[in-house]
């Protein structure tokens, strides 16, 4: 079964940085696009990272410059750097797989912005 597992949250200051992680299993994760959404309360859910399984990488307006999307395919491992993190950026974070027309979400790792 497709398991998507997050980590990494927390709380950090404005201006400071924070490495999520996701760890995946029971699929071929080098096959398929991963990426990472965001909600914050009251909020809709709104995508903030993707990356084909060749590599390419697209980011929300709002984090280009700041966040990078990576994956280890030998880890099975999917990573969002988070850099010059500001109030706006707190949110639950989730990992998204879409697999044979079905969305699988990771349990979301919390992180929180503020001095």
């Known amino acids: 079964q497709v398991q998507l597992v997050e980590s990494g949250g927390g709380l950090v200051q404005p201006g400071g940085s924070l490495r999520l992680s996701c760890a995946a299993s029971g699929f071929t994760f080098s096959m398929y696009a991963m990426s990472w959404y965001r909600q914050a309360p009251g909020k809709e859910r709104e995508l903030v990272a993707g990356i084909t399984s060749g590599g390419i990488k697209n980011y929300a307006d709002s984090v280009k410059g700041r966040f990078t999307i990576s994956r280890d395919n030998a880890k099975n491992t999917v990573y969002l750097q988070m850099n010059s993190l500001r109030p706006e950026d707190a949110a639950v974070y989730y990992c998204?797989?879409?697999?044979?027309?079905?969305?699988?979400w990771g349990q979301g790792t919390q992180v929180t912005v503020s001095s």
């Open positions: 998204h797989l879409e697999r044979g027309f079905r969305d699988y």
